[in-house]
């Protein structure tokens, strides 16, 4: 007899290292383009608009690899003590737990016979699995590493700010300001539209949502270059 595979392609295991460099990404161009931006409206000069621009790649690609991994860290720290709590909790009160974990698949919709006995076959064969799963709520799938998630950060901030980086060197002096906001929006919203089509999500509200925002900051940096641009002056 033969069989049909039935094969699923689901984003839930993407979110770890989608989420470190989309936001890394996005970061690069929009802080790195606003800094050249802004320099560039004070009326600053090539050499000071790419000396600035290259020191917010690095200062920000560092500054984006120690967050996540601080953050990642902590939520890992947290998981493994609530890990470590479940652990003892099972070892001192089994029953309980066991009562438990029946309660979970009551509110879940089994009855109580279905619940009870899928609790104690869960338990027999990994009881920690089992609440760590379906009490704390904690997934191997949707796990972040810190290292991981540090390193996604700093190399696609990094690629991400050489874009406006490699703008502002080729474009004439004078019109660096412009060229630099228009590429870095396309930037934006390619990859705005990039990242939501590998997350599962609407392509066009990720491409608007990223472009939006890049602008709003370019603006801002933008009028404070030209006002203290001219008071400087």
Do not use: C
């Amino acid at each position: 007899m033969s069989r049909l595979t039935h094969s699923e392609t689901h984003m839930v295991h993407r979110i770890g290292w989608l989420r470190a460099a989309v936001l890394g990404a996005n970061d690069g161009l929009v802080s790195t383009a606003s800094l050249v931006v802004g320099v560039a409206a004070a009326g600053s000069g090539r050499p000071e608009i790419l000396i600035a621009g290259l020191a917010g790649l690095v200062a920000g690609a560092m500054s984006m690899a120690a967050g996540e991994y601080v953050s990642v860290s902590s939520q890992t720290d947290a998981e493994q003590a609530d890990i470590a709590r479940e652990t003892k909790e099972l070892a001192e009160t089994p029953e309980e737990e066991l009562n438990e974990l029946t309660s979970i698949y009551l509110t879940r919709g089994l009855d109580e016979a279905l619940a009870r006995q899928v609790a104690v076959q869960l338990t027999k064969k990994d009881a920690l699995g089992a609440h760590v799963r379906d009490e704390l709520g904690i997934s191997e799938t949707v796990v972040a590493h810190p290292i991981q998630a540090a390193l996604v950060s700093a190399a696609t901030f990094s690629f991400g700010a050489v874009v406006p980086l490699i703008m502002a060197a080729l474009s004439p002096t004078a019109q660096i300001t412009s060229v630099v906001a228009v590429t870095t929006l396309v930037a934006l919203a390619v990859l705005g539209g990039l990242g939501a089509s590998v997350g599962g999500a609407g392509i066009t509200k990720g491409a608007v949502r990223v472009t939006f925002w890049g602008a709003l900051a370019m603006a801002a940096t933008a009028v404070v270059g030209t006002v203290f641009g001219v008071a400087a002056g």
